[in-house]
């Protein structure tokens, strides 16, 4: 069964009626479990087999319903207890960097590490990797070239929407979608600027939904005093990853209701 549930692009019958595809599914299985899934192949019934193609065949066409392109302050990631440490390149520009370009269901919930034969490479985005420094910056500790966090981010995300968008389109897109959108612009024309003071949460929405055309989602963290600070902003963007679309859905949690803008 095992077998059935990794390869679900592999056409079911081609099991039964393929010998030899059959051993190449099961020898990627561990030897202990190889055995067992032969046995379980063969004794599974052809109508059975139709039945459970029919079924992988929606589960792959139903692999994620729109992204939500998160886009984090830095000052507020910097601005907790544990910190934060700059890249190897210097200080991130003062301005809303890339966190992520993340699929996600309607339901709520979202796939994760969908393809582990599909690590980061970086040379298939090197030429990226400058606009990536610049726009989707590291703040981990210790200190790095980015290469760490962009990894994770498609080890975990990218390879949940590579149907639609392979390495290359899915760091670029990303890009392409942060240069519409200008968040800072948005909250400064409402006189909502990183200084430090507070603002109302409301106000920062109104500003960016303003400035975009749509109605964002803040995520909140905490300074170390406890102070609820803006943090995250998240729109959300096409299955195609072309256009920004209203939120099917909200993350859930929540901001108080006045809300600091740290300075970086
Ligand atoms: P994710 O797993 O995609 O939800 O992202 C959460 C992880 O990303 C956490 O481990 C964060 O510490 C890390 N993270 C968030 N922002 C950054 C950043 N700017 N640089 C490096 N790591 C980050």
Redesign the pocket.
């Known amino acids: 069964m095992l077998a059935l549930i990794h390869c679900p692009s592999l056409p079911l019958l081609q099991y039964k009626s393929n010998p030899s595809l059959k051993v190449l599914v099961l020898n990627f299985l561990r030897p202990e479990i190889r055995e067992q899934n032969m046995k379980v192949l063969n004794s599974i019934p052809l109508h059975a087999l139709l039945v459970m193609q029919l079924f992988s065949g929606l589960a792959l066409s139903q692999d994620f319903d729109f992204f939500y392109l998160v886009q984090?302050w830095?000052g507020s990631?910097c601005d907790t207890q544990k910190s934060?440490c700059y890249p190897t390149t210097g200080k991130p520009a003062a301005d809303f960097?890339i966190?992520?370009l993340?699929p996600n269901y309607e339901s709520g919930s979202y796939p994760s590490n969908c393809d582990p034969n599909n690590p980061f490479n970086p040379s298939e985005t090197s030429d990226l990797k400058k606009s990536m420094q610049t726009n989707w910056?590291?703040?981990?500790c210790p200190s790095n070239d980015?290469t760490?966090?962009w990894s994770?981010?498609w080890e975990?995300?990218g390879t949940c929407s590579e149907s639609v968008l392979k390495q290359h389109d899915y760091f670029e897109t990303a890009l392409q979608l942060k240069a519409k959108v200008d968040l800072l612009g948005a909250l400064k024309v409402a006189g909502v600027n990183p200084d430090g003071s507070s603002y109302s949460l409301k106000d920062i929405k109104d500003a960016i939904k303003a400035g975009t055309g749509y109605t964002p989602w803040i995520q909140c963290n905490t300074d170390p005093s406890g102070n609820s600070q803006l943090y995250q902003v998240y729109l959300c963007i096409d299955k195609t990853g072309s256009d920004l679309i209203e939120c099917p859905v909200f993350p859930r949690g929540k901001c108080a209701s006045e809300i600091e803008f740290p300075s970086f």
């Open positions: 984090q830095p990631f934060c960097g966190h992520g993340w910056p590291t703040l981990a980015g760490e966090f994770h981010e975990k995300h």
